[in-house]
Every structure is written in structure tokens, then in C-alpha cells.
């Protein structure tokens, strides 16, 4: 019984330093190009001022891909939530995490399983020295506070449990029962991104067991956006800046292999 009061406890003091941080956030104008490219392009994106423990840790190394371009586009749109389809390994939630960090834009991860259940994204009662409380859940504080909420493997969802989600993803209240009834108004600034192996159709490769043929209506809510492996050119730059003192010829060695790989991956399957 100790253990699990204090699990309340700690569960408790982490929704509140959440809480806190996210009530206290000032909001800040970048142009996209300034920030990612170094050439202003006039492209306005809201982001935050100050970085805080909710922000994905930045990694100066980071290369964008081509994909950012229509990242930054969403972002600057209060529109439709984001689905990023695409191979393993091609840095689908990497992605959204360092245009997260850059802008400081706080980010509640969760990872999709066939276990989970709506209540886990939106909240739930929990019980502290006899006392009812309730706690909410990842999907509830972005929503509320404006932060972005990043579901990964939503393919791996049963779609009834996804169809709980439509509202909020067409920009209405989140119903949230158990608190009374609550309904949650969408911040401005609260963005929704899923990521997936699939474009929502099913695996048709049989690379990804597991993966679960989404609603239609469900997708249709979604602006989609295919995320492929980064060019031999690309890679090429990765490595010359994470690795500069390593020779061209090895450089070029490890790319090959890499590619070679992938293909046989591909193809065998």
C-alpha cells in the first residue's frame, strides 16, 4: 500500500511541475528559414521563448531532411494533425523532436501498442490519502496548455480505440468524463502528430507485424507526409559533420553498406 501511495505521490509532483511549466510558457515568432537555414524566408512559425525540461534535448548534429520544409508548413497552419509514414530507422519522431526543440516547443511522447487504451492519452482518477484526484493525461495537458502531443506507432492501435480521438482532432473540446465532464478547448498552439510504418492501408510488405488497417474516415483527418531514408549525398553530410577526421573512402564504404543493406531488407521481405 506504500509503494503505490507513493507512486501517486510522484505521479502527482510530475503533473504539477508539468502543470507549472506549461502555464508559465511565452510564446515566440521564428521565421523558419532564419532558424533552420540560416536565410530568412518569411515564413512565420509559432514557437516558444524559453527552453524547459518538457522540450526535446537538441542535437547540434542533427541533419534535416527534405521533409522539413513541409513540417515547417504544417506548423505555421493551425490545420489538420500530422502523419509521418515511412520505413524504421528514417527519423520519422527524430524529426519532429528537433523542430520541436528548436522552437521550443514542449512535447509529450507516447508509443502506441494493441494494449492501449483511450483513457491512458486523455487521464484518469487516482486516490492520495483518501482522497479522489485526477490526473491528465499526456493528450489532455497538450491540449490544454498547447504543447505538442507525438503518438508513435499509431498503426499498432486498434482503430475503435483511435475512433475516440476524432473529436479532438477536428478541433473540438476533449470530452473528459471523469472529471466531472470537463471539456478541454484546444489550445492554439497544441499540435497533433502521429507516426507510423504504414500510410494507414495496412503492412502490404510484411515487414511489420502487428500493424492494423486504420478507419478511413479516421485518416482523412490527417495531412500525410511520407518520410524515405536520406540520400547517399545526405548521409554523406551526416557523417562528415559528426565524424570529420574520418576519410573519405571509409565514409563512402559505410554508406554503400548501409544502402546495400537496406535493399536487401527490402527485398526479401
Not at 50 to 76: A, G, I, Q, R, T
Not at 80 to 86: A, K, N, R, V
Not at 198 to 213: E, I, K, M
Not at 260 to 267: I, K, P, Q, T
Request: charged share 20%.
Amino acid at each position: 500500500m506504500i509503494n503505490k501511495e507513493n507512486e501517486f505521490s510522484n505521479e502527482l509532483n510530475i503533473q504539477n511541475n508539468a502543470k507549472y511549466i506549461l502555464s508559465n510558457l511565452q510564446t515566440k515568432i521564428y521565421d523558419a528559414g532564419a532558424l533552420f537555414k540560416n536565410s530568412p524566408s518569411g515564413l512565420k512559425i509559432t514557437g516558444y521563448k524559453d527552453c524547459n525540461p518538457l522540450v526535446p534535448k537538441k542535437n547540434d548534429f542533427y541533419f534535416f531532411s527534405d521533409n522539413l520544409d513541409e513540417v515547417c508548413v504544417w506548423l505555421s497552419h493551425d490545420s489538420d494533425p500530422l502523419y509521418l509514414f515511412g520505413p524504421t530507422g528514417s527519423g520519422k519522431t527524430s524529426l519532429i523532436k528537433q523542430v520541436a526543440a528548436r522552437l521550443n516547443y514542449p512535447v509529450f511522447d507516447v508509443t502506441g501498442h494493441n494494449r492501449l487504451e483511450f483513457i491512458d492519452l486523455v487521464g484518469h482518477l487516482t486516490v492520495k490519502d483518501n482522497n479522489m484526484s485526477y490526473q491528465y493525461g499526456p493528450l489532455a495537458l497538450a491540449a490544454k496548455y498547447g504543447a505538442l502531443f507525438l503518438l508513435n506507432e499509431i498503426d499498432l492501435l486498434d482503430p475503435a480505440t483511435l475512433s475516440g480521438l476524432n473529436g479532438i482532432l477536428d478541433g473540438e473540446p476533449l470530452s473528459v468524463v471523469e472529471n466531472e465532464g470537463e471539456l478541454i478547448e484546444p489550445h492554439s498552439n497544441f499540435r497533433f502528430v502521429a507516426t507510423a510504418n504504414s500510410n494507414g492501408a495496412a503492412d502490404q510488405t510484411g515487414l511489420y507485424q502487428g500493424v492494423v488497417r486504420q478507419n478511413l474516415a479516421f485518416m482523412d483527418r490527417f495531412w500525410l507526409c511520407e518520410v524515405g531514408y536520406a540520400s547517399p549525398e545526405a548521409e554523406s553530410q551526416i557523417l562528415a559533420q559528426a565524424s570529420p577526421d574520418l576519410p573519405d573512402a571509409i565514409r563512402k564504404a559505410m554508406i554503400e553498406v548501409a544502402n546495400e543493406v537496406r535493399a536487401l531488407f527490402l527485398a526479401n521481405n
